[in-house]
């Protein structure tokens, strides 16, 4: 055998077989990455352990603060607690969604979004804290429409671009995203929650991103972006601290750099393996917001850079299972929706601890799953049903989910999607039969088989019309047999005239 012949080889036991070409030796990683229901677990699973870091941390970085308000200690992490069973409801009805369900509903979403933003600016219905107008009081926890708005954004985009697919051309891609995006960045600045508008651009860049947008495009809104970002400096001079704060914190120590410099100090102090869980200092009131934004700083006290490296990781595998159902899915609207989701939540927690770290200026978002939050949590934990619900419809899980045998438990909880591409329209009869075709747009999904063609009988459908020439096999009409008779004439009704 030549050093230049393949042949298949097992790098290491579990692993799938790698080739050797000449002196390349690829490695294509463990066979179980094969798996039909992959993706699902990958997001169950490193969402389910980023929760259940959250909700320790919260305990651990709120009980000091609740005390020294003469609370009990275990008040905020009960109801980060509760909040998040009802945010694991709100995934169990997302895993049940169809994604035609979803794109027939997410205009009349985007409207209801709007609508909202305008509301919460209402005084007396919106709430301010801090100078910002951005929550409605429910009684138990505080609404954030904007939170809302980047879901509703990406699966309304989502859906917009999966109908334009057919004539997607620059024009097409930018015209029904780019102005949604404006308006609902003007309501956000008016708020002003400038990091949910930094939020919703990660949504936008996700969408064109995954729309085939030409990289050229990115570079000139980056520019728009810097452009922009000088503006709102210039009217609102308080951002100029938060940048200057990032440049060099301590040259305001007391003021705009106290909670950075609090925050570095949290991290040093954390070490390798950290002080120990409980053990922060930091938390007794001496770094502002450690239990929401900051409290990847309280990660790294207690638990150590090990802490922050479990965390950082958990992060890049929910993200490899974004991008891995968009690749693996047959319908374009979950491709463009998981990639538009994945890009926010990954984005998001990187600005998160990348301000936290001193390497991007404070924005105030929060940590996805980790941070306390109300509104963000359970919209958060949505979104992670939404993506396990896609993980399903990749056409390998689809066929598993039908084959295979599970209990009834699993099968309420995760039913078996209907087809790899949903039905934007529903059947109006239950067999109704379902073929794919390209719909308005052309977006390729099942449509319904009704129509014209369909109305007909096969027999009707295969029988020639009345007068044509019957046609041989190459297409030419037939001659007509000479010694054949025609057949008598048809009487009219009422007799010959």
């Known amino acids: 055998m030549t050093s230049t012949e393949t042949r298949p080889r097992a790098s290491r036991a579990g692993s799938r077989p790698t080739r050797i070409d000449g002196r390349v030796r690829r490695w294509t990683g463990p066979a179980w990455l094969d ?55 709100a995934m169990v009805v997302a895993m049940r969604l169809p994604a035609g369900l979803i794109r027939r509903h997410a205009p009349k979403a985007l409207v209801v979004v709007f609508g909202l933003l305008l509301l919460v600016l209402i005084p007396g219905i919106g709430i301010e804290r801090n100078g910002a107008r951005q929550w409605i009081p429910l009684g138990f926890t505080d609404f ?15 859906h917009m671009l999966a109908l334009r697919e057919r004539y997607m051309t620059t024009r097409a891609l930018l015209v029904p995203v780019l102005p949604v995006f404006g308006v609902l960045s003007v309501l956000l600045i008016v708020e002003p929650d400038f990091g ?103 990660i790294g006290e207690e638990l150590g850079f090990l802490g922050c490296l479990v965390v950082v990781t958990l992060y890049g595998v929910l993200a490899y299972a974004g991008f891995r159902i968009a ?16 890009v926010w939540l990954i984005g998001q927690a990187t600005m998160n601890m990348g301000y936290v770290v ?29 993506l396990v619900r896609f993980a399903c419809s990749e056409p390998a899980a689809v066929e598993h989910l039908r084959s295979a045998e599970r209990s009834r438990l699993t099968r309420l909880l995760m039913p078996a999607p209907a087809a790899a591409v949903d039905p934007v329209r529903p059947r109006r009869f239950p067999d109704e039969p379902l073929r794919e075709q390209p719909v308005v747009g052309g977006a390729r999904t099942l449509v319904h088989a009704r129509g014209a063609a369909a109305r007909r009988s096969p027999a ?23 010694a054949r008779r025609d057949p008598a004439p048809r009487r009219r009704p009422g007799g010959d005239r």
């Open 196 to 298: 949910g508008v930094v939020s919703l651009g990660l949504v936008l860049v996700g969408l064109l991103w995954a729309g085939g947008l030409p990289l050229k495009w990115f570079g000139a809104f980056a520019g728009a972006a810097v452009v922009l970002i000088s503006l709102a400096v210039v009217v609102a001079p308080y951002r100029m601290e938060r940048i200057t704060a990032f440049m060099d914190p301590f040259a305001d120590p007391t003021n705009t750099g106290f909670q950075a410099i609090r925050g570095f100090y949290a991290l040093a102090t954390g070490g390798f393996w950290g002080v120990g869980l409980g053990n922060s200092a930091m938390k007794w009131n001496i770094l502002p917001e450690a239990e929401s934004d900051y409290i990847f700083a309280i």
């Open 327 to 342: 690749r693996n899915s047959a319908d374009r609207f979950v491709q463009l929706a998981s990639v538009a989701i994945t």
């Open 144 to 158: 954030q429409p904007s939170e809302l708005g980047k879901l509703v954004f990406a699966l309304w985009g989502a």
């Open 460 to 482: 009707r459908a295969e029988a020639p019309r009345r007068g044509a020439p019957a046609r041989t096999g190459t297409g030419a009409p037939a001659r007509r047999d000479p």
């Open 35 to 89: 798996g039909p229901m992959t993706s699902c677990h990958l997001v169950l699973g490193s969402a389910g352990l980023l929760l259940l870091i959250g909700l320790v941390m919260v305990f651990s970085a709120s009980a000091i603060e609740a005390a020294l308000d003469d609370q009990p200690a275990w008040a905020p992490g009960v109801k980060q607690l509760v909040l998040a069973c009802i945010g694991l409801g």
């Open 358 to 386: 001193g390497m991007l200026p404070v924005t105030g978002v929060t940590l996805p799953l980790i941070s306390a939050g109300g509104t963000s949590l359970i919209l958060t934990l949505f979104i992670i049903g939404l």
